[in-house]
């Protein structure tokens, strides 16, 4: 088994309490069935498929990952993680990328994983962190901005949505100095 080097526990607004680790390798089939489990809304404003190959691609890029994931009753119900880049030009800056299970959303997971996954990036060296989001998710734009995010910029047109649309997606980020 990987190594679960720190745990937080969230006690989330409906009394259940939730382990938030890093992830580890050991974890894929957990991923897995976390995404296979998750509702078109859940994943409305997402990239999927989440198909195994996906989430193997991002498990082989794990050394350049802070991943963080949410547990309960031993399965995985939110993943999050900053994209640390390694090129030199691009040092200590990164992408951020989350994802609750539906039925684990609007509870205070979320915010107790970002604030974690920000403490983290800072007390790392990190410089900036960046995410995209489709402008009509509303309440993540609100909750990033929570958070200190910035909205940066807009593209047009850039998302395929499910009902066969283009929405603009919303560059936002934070820089610490």
């Known amino acids: 088994m990987g190594e679960v080097r720190v745990v937080w526990s969230v006690r989330l607004k409906d009394g259940r309490d939730v382990r938030v680790r890093f992830l580890n390798l050991e974890d894929k089939e957990k991923l897995v069935e976390m995404f296979a489990s998750m509702s078109n809304e859940a994943l409305e404003w997402g990239m999927p498929p989440y198909t195994r190959e996906v989430i193997e691609r991002w498990m082989s890029n794990i050394q350049n990952l802070i991943p963080l994931v949410a547990e309960h009753n031993s399965r995985i119900v939110g993943y999050a993680w900053i994209y640390k880049f390694v090129h030199p030009r691009r040092k200590g800056t990164g992408d951020l990328a989350m994802y609750l299970h539906q039925d ?24 900036r962190i960046s995410l995209h989001v489709v402008a009509d998710n509303k309440i993540a734009v609100h909750f990033y901005e929570k958070f200190g995010f910035k909205v940066e910029g807009v593209m047009k047109d850039s998302y395929l949505g499910a009902d066969g649309k283009y929405h603009d997606e919303i560059a936002m980020g934070i820089v610490w100095t």
């Open 104 to 127: 684990f959303q609007n509870l205070g997971l979320g915010t107790a994983m970002l604030k974690h996954l920000l403490e983290l990036a800072k007390r790392g060296g990190m410089h």
